[in-house]
């Protein structure tokens, strides 16, 4: 992995799928296959678990108007994506990414088992999931 960091877009395989979704003329399949495939794992790849994230941003941010970008002069694709792509309905996705989530903090998970290894950044990072499913979960 090339870059690697605790926020939800701070890694390569991150902004890969980010633009995957972008980039696809079916964007709501790819967040739903993501979060079926981590649901259906019985261990969890690391960017399986990487794929779940990104997909519950996009409907945290559809949902709650949530905002990833860490400014506002710079705003990630996924803050824009509800006004650029109004048909696309995630809210039906939601349990689905709760779910997923919560199996990206299990013992069955390959990104939680390294991010574990890290002490130091650890609680920062898993923080951060936490928040994300708090924020689906109202």
Do not use: C
Not at 75 to 87: A, C, E, G, Q
Request: hydrophobic content about 40%.
């Amino acid at each position: 992995m090339g870059t690697w960091g605790t926020g939800y877009f701070e890694d390569d395989h991150a902004l890969d799928f980010m633009a995957e979704i972008e980039d696809s003329v079916n964007p709501k399949q790819i967040i739903q296959e993501a979060l079926k495939l981590a649901l259906d794992s019985d261990f969890l790849d690391a960017d399986e678990g990487t794929a779940a994230i990104i997909s519950a941003t996009f409907i945290d941010a559809q949902l709650n108007g949530t905002k990833f970008s860490p400014d506002d002069e710079n705003p990630l694709y996924v803050d824009t994506f509800s006004f650029r792509n109004p048909s696309i309905i995630l809210s039906d996705l939601k349990t689905d990414a709760v779910s997923a989530l919560h199996k990206v903090l299990s013992d069955n998970s390959e990104l939680n088992g390294l991010w574990a290894e890290n002490e130091e950044d650890y609680p920062k990072w898993k923080n951060g999931i936490e928040k994300l499913i708090s924020s689906l979960s109202n």
